[in-house]
């Protein structure tokens, strides 16, 4: 591989506390030239924290293709980058992944991605809820409109540990969808804000989710047992 053009690197930052981010992560946040944010405003806090002062450039999911191409511009120039998402891991369930696939498949130059490893919301989820992992499904998050009752619908039919996300503007129709479409003996863990001040994991199964009262404050990982 040419080694004349920069590297981007794909790093996880924290889904919460801060002190979940790792020697490596933040030795790659120093010595890039540059840090692809989601939000600037919510990484340079993180940046702030650990004293990096690493300039940033903002990418998401309405980032047109002006935005690639510089991105792509200073790659060729031999800029180092790094890719950050708000909380976690960058390409899971995250705009990243557009950008990623556009590199690695790029006809004319092949860049180099590196994963710098770190806290997942769905891994972090999955470690905690007790149910079988040799197998699992992530779905990301449920859709808003279109298809929600459907995706809903098909949780009945997967056989395997299931996870998504949801947010706190959603969770109380999703907890409604789940009670529709799924036994009430099934096991349940809803997890919010993980790793956060207010953290709570909630057990139990689906017959019994009115009894948890589940706040819909916060960001939320949905884990079903099968």
């Known amino acids: 591989m040419t080694t004349d053009f920069g590297k981007l690197y794909i790093v996880a930052t924290p889904i919460g506390n801060l002190g979940d981010i790792t020697l490596r992560a933040l030795e790659t946040l120093k010595s890039v030239d ?13 940046l702030n924290h650990y004293e990096i002062s690493t300039k940033t450039i903002s990418y998401h999911q309405h980032s047109n293709d002006k935005k690639v191409d510089l991105i792509i511009s200073l790659l060729d120039e ?10 976690g891991t960058p390409g899971i369930s995250d705009p ?3 950008l990623i696939n556009q590199l690695t498949n790029n006809p004319i130059n092949k ?23 040799d197998k699992f ?15 809903f619908q098909n949780l009945q039919n997967i056989e395997q540990t299931t996870c998504f996300y949801e947010s706190n503007h959603r969770i109380l129709k999703a907890i409604t969808s789940m009670q529709e479409f799924l036994e009430p ?4 863990c809803i997890c919010r804000e993980l790793t956060k001040k207010f953290e709570t994991i909630y057990r139990g199964t689906v017959g019994g989710l009115a009894d948890m009262q589940v ?3 916060g960001e939320f990982v949905i884990i079903i047992s099968k």
Not at 34 to 46: G, H, N, Y
Not at 78 to 87: F, H, I, S
Request: hydrophobic fraction near 40%; proline fraction near 7%; aromatic fraction near 8%.
């Open 34 to 46: 540059f840090v692809l944010c989601e939000d600037t405003r919510v990484t340079q806090k993180i």
């Open 78 to 87: 031999g800029k180092n980058l790094a890719l950050v998402t708000d909380a």
């Open 96 to 98: 990243g992944n557009i």
């Open 111 to 133: 860049y180099e991605v590196i994963p710098i490893p770190g806290v997942s919301a769905v891994v972090t989820a999955l470690s905690i809820s007790g149910f079988p992992t």
């Open 137 to 151: 499904i992530f779905l990301g998050f449920p859709p808003q409109k279109k298809g929600r009752q459907t995706y």
């Open 185 to 188: 003996e099934t096991k349940i």
């Open 215 to 217: 706040k819909d404050k």
